[in-house]
């Protein structure tokens, strides 16, 4: 039945995609036959029009609104490059092929569109995902992919030529790439009763050699650092879809700490889109009192790691008691600790003992 | 001084000093003269070389050619004859380790010298005369003379001097100086069969001097005179066999200055003595009213009224101090009328125009002429122009071009008043920057031309000449800037349009693909307004 819903999704999705690219087009097309200068209006995303939403438990734009026109010269490059991202999208989404960022980039250079640069052609591609509140994995340009997922969960593929084949994804030991082909598919079957998220490939590899995933009942995601869209994207529907809850371990320091925050409440700059973040997902470790309790071998907090630390604590994310103590605590101890700090205790320590406290402690 | 005005620029010279000092020998007849009444004027010059620009090699070979081209040029603008002037150096052999002895020949088409004149023309060294004034081209009124003195000291060989007034007959002189009496030296003459009636002079004469030293300021004097007389040819062929050619564009002509008095402001005790010496007036009433400019007789009453001297006083009973103070005198009387610049012969905006736009190829010039203004009782006109783009370099500083009675002025750039007057300007408010290719031309014309030095090679900073020439640069940097601002406008103006050009029918193709309609929108219209748009902002 949760298999059922997402197909419908999924395919909704895909429509609703083609239709607001089909919509924007056609606007600027009557525009044009009107022979009225061309505009586009869209929320606007600098940053006094970003708030954070209690109820959405992530980061939303304000009311306030930007009109790009072609009539302005100075909007009339990025206007063009607008209109030819959603024209290049059209044709991905119609022609069901993925394409990265990077891609894109170049690819204008085949329509005589130039940019400047990676930047300039990334902030295109979000302004499409503003105007058209979608993003921009639902219009088939991916981010390099680099994190991976492991577990019993047997997944349905929708690309072409993959269309009803299966696959279980612990058939693959080095877990499998979480890219365009498994987001766009559906959830088959799966036993885990958990999700856990690892922020480090290392660590990551330990966990499968250490039969976590049966250990645990688990299905284990790397994020290979700051969790990619797809990635979050995909952390939410398994925890929607399967109601699977997350945990999420980091290395112990303001960074790590938050990856976890991002993979929860979402990120600032994703502030246009929704259902990238899972608010009921728990970052389960490294804490700052686990430093402590588990006599972890540290590094110092260095000038940046505690500039971090002052910027986290005005964060509105950041104010759940647990966040606030843990980040009192980093700023106390002044000290920090990775993942791999506890192997002093062991190669297998983390797994026998530090997890299923965590686990337990966090559940 | 009709008759000066029939004969050419050298014979001119000759013919003033002849009124000036024909009622007395010349013995006591000058300051100078008396000075150095033991050696002839030939001698003096020879002794003091250095006073006519003759420093060293480079400099002598650089002067003669100035001396010799200047001259052609006043023989020819005399009569408003557009001048032909060809030039010719070439190599006879080694002087000394860094000389060499170069033949120097100028041809012209001027109204050339009548032979009964020749000799004394060319081979008497003579003192120029300040009985009359008008703007004159030569620095010191013997210049070619010099130069001729110059070759026969270095070379010991004779000047080549052919002739003709537009006769049937050509005159051809071969001479010599004799420096201690200050006599021509008559070696050969010859009466030649002039068919086509040619007219014009052609000096010819050996000199020492480094022409490869000399050769930068060379062609830059010749550049810098084409500029200044677009109506003119100069030729050159230099030792190389190299040619330079500088062609006229225009026969147009500035009028020519006409003679004047002295200007009671600008007299010193010298030139009262010299008038006193000549005067046939028997008065002091008269002697006001007739020796000096913008004095007529109310104003001569007036004048002898404020100084206390009687009208009826015989000039020639005045006594030295007597002298002294009627010069003191005539400074301090407020109610001389300022001379008038009928004197002076400014080159004119639109000559000024075409010699700019000849030589320097500029994509915008403009140049303006001051009303004339005078100091210390002298006349002066300042003419600056303003060359911006085209072949005008940029240097990282302004190129200024000096002219001093449409001389170039070569040496000593620095220390000219224009230069300081140029960089105390503020040029951003005029959004001129030193990075820009601008070339500023300033030309002053006076009867007296305030050199700061006997080298006579920049102005000095006198601040009538200073207010002038500030003045006359804010307008033309003016034009400049409307220039400049009305480009820059039109620039931006084609981007814009260029933008809209290039993305709008993007805008339509990618619209018309998206929305799957056949038919792409016509944004003529749209573009139409955009340029009507640029239009009216460019009228404002």
């Not at chain 1, 986290?312 to 700023?331: A, H, N, S, V």
């Not at chain 2, 480009?487 to 931006?492: A, M, Q």
């Amino acid at each position: 039945m949760e298999r059922k819903k997402h197909r419908i999704s999924v395919s909704e999705r895909k429509k609703e995609v083609l239709a607001g690219l089909e919509t924007l087009g056609s606007k600027i097309y009557d525009q044009l036959d009107k022979a009225i200068f061309p505009s586009i209006d869209m929320p606007s995303r600098s940053t006094d029009n970003i708030m954070y939403d209690e109820k959405l438990r992530q980061f939303i734009l304000g009311g306030r609104r930007v009109r790009r026109s072609a009539r302005n010269i100075s909007h009339l490059k990025p206007f063009t490059q607008l209109v030819w991202a959603a024209l290049f999208s059209n044709e991905l989404s119609s022609q069901r092929k993925t394409s990265t960022l990077r891609d894109v980039y170049y690819s204008a250079q085949a329509y005589e569109m130039t940019f400047k640069d990676q930047q300039e052609s990334n902030n295109i591609i979000t302004d499409l995902e503003t105007v058209l509140g979608l993003s921009r994995e639902d219009f088939n340009i991916f981010p390099e992919e680099r994190s991976a997922v492991f577990g019993d969960l047997t997944i349905e593929y929708t690309v072409p030529g993959y269309e009803g084949k299966t696959l279980d994804l612990t058939s693959h030991p080095d877990g499998v790439l979480i890219g365009p082909a498994l987001t766009s598919s559906e959830f088959v079957k799966t036993s885990a009763d958990k999700v856990i998220a690892i922020e480090k490939g290392g660590l990551f590899t330990r966990f499968i050699e250490e039969n976590v995933h049966k250990k645990h009942n688990a299905v284990l995601v790397c994020t290979a650092g700051q969790a990619p869209r797809a990635t979050r994207h995909f952390i939410r529907r398994l925890n929607e879809e399967l109601n699977l809850p997350v945990f999420i371990f980091t290395d112990g320091d303001p960074w790590g700490m938050h990856i976890a925050m991002v993979i929860i409440s979402g990120s600032a700059n994703a502030a246009h889109l929704r259902e990238l973040n899972t608010p009921d997902a728990k970052w389960s470790g490294v804490w700052a009192t686990d430093i402590v309790d588990y006599k972890l071998p540290t590094d110092p907090l260095d000038d940046v790691d505690m500039k971090r630390l002052y910027e986290l604590q005005k964060d509105p994310r950041y104010k759940d008691p647990l966040w606030r103590r843990e980040i009192k605590t980093f700023m106390k101890i002044k000290r920090k600790a990775e993942q791999e700090a506890f192997s002093r205790y062991g190669l297998t320590y983390i797994v026998d003992e530090y997890l299923p406290n965590k686990l337990e402690e966090t559940k | 001084m009709e008759k000066a005005g029939k004969l050419s620029g050298w014979e001119a010279q000759r013919d003033k000093r002849s009124e000036v000092s024909a009622p007395e020998r010349p013995k006591g007849g000058m300051d100078m003269a008396q000075t150095f009444e033991e050696i002839s004027a030939a001698d003096f010059f020879y002794r003091n070389r250095d006073i006519a620009g003759f420093t060293n090699p480079s400099r002598a070979i650089f002067v003669a050619v100035r001396e010799l081209v200047e001259n052609s040029l006043d023989a020819a603008e005399s009569h408003r004859l557009p001048p032909d002037v060809y030039v010719r150096l070439s190599y006879e052999g080694e002087a000394s380790a860094e000389t060499q002895i170069y033949k120097l020949r100028v041809e012209d088409n001027g109204i050339g010298v009548p032979p009964r004149h020749i000799p004394s023309a060319f081979g008497q060294i003579l003192f120029g005369s300040k009985y009359k004034l008008k703007q004159q081209r030569g620095t010191f009124g013997l210049g070619g003379k010099m130069a001729i003195l110059y070759g026969q000291i270095t070379t010991h060989q004779p000047a080549t001097i052919i002739s003709s007034t537009g006769i049937s007959k050509t005159y051809m002189y071969k001479l010599m100086i004799d420096i201690q009496r200050n006599r021509p030296v008559i070696l050969d003459r010859k009466v030649l069969i002039n068919k086509e009636m040619w007219r014009g002079t052609v000096v010819e004469f050996a000199l020492e001097g480094d022409y490869f030293r000399a050769m930068p300021k060379i062609l830059d004097y010749l550049k810098q005179t084409a500029m200044v007389n677009p109506y003119a040819n100069l030729t050159f062929v230099d030792p190389k066999g190299r040619l330079y050619k500088f062609t006229r564009v225009t026969k147009d002509m500035p009028v020519p200055p006409k003679e004047t008095k002295p200007h009671p402001y600008g007299v010193d005790v010298e030139l009262l003595q010299r008038l006193i010496q000549i005067t046939p007036y028997r008065n002091m009433l008269d002697f006001l009213k007739n020796h000096f400019h913008r004095v007529g007789a109310i104003t001569a009453q007036k004048f002898l009224e404020f100084s206390d001297i009687s009208p009826s006083k015989n000039p020639r009973k005045l006594t030295h101090e007597e002298i002294v103070r009627l010069m003191h005198m005539l400074k301090r009387f407020k109610e001389f009328l300022p001379p008038d610049a009928s004197c002076l012969s400014p080159l004119g905006e639109d000559l000024l125009k075409t010699g700019i736009s000849k030589e320097l190829k500029p994509e915008f010039v403009a140049v303006h002429q001051r009303k004339p203004a005078t100091y210390a009782g002298h006349p002066f006109i300042i003419e600056i122009g303003i060359a911006y783009g085209g072949e005008v370099p940029s240097r990282g500083a302004f190129i200024v071009y000096r002219f001093a009675n449409r001389i170039p002025l070569l040496y000593d750039e620095a220390n000219d008043v224009s230069l300081r007057v140029i960089s105390a300007m503020n040029w951003r408010r005029y959004h001129a920057t030193p990075e820009m290719p601008i070339a500023i031309l300033v030309h002053i014309c006076s009867t007296k031309v305030p050199y700061k030095t006997v080298g006579k090679e920049f102005i000095a900073d006198r601040p009538e000449v200073r207010r002038e020439m500030a003045n006359g640069l804010r307008d033309v940097a003016r034009q400049l800037q409307l220039f400049l601002s009305r480009r820059e406008h039109v620039d931006r103006e084609r981007k814009r349009l260029g933008v809209f050009s290039k993305y709008l029918p993007k805008i339509a193709q990618f619209s018309t693909q998206l929305a799957c309609k056949e038919k792409i929108p016509d944004i003529e219209k749209l573009l139409a307004s955009v340029r009507k748009y640029g239009t009216e902002e460019a009228q404002d």
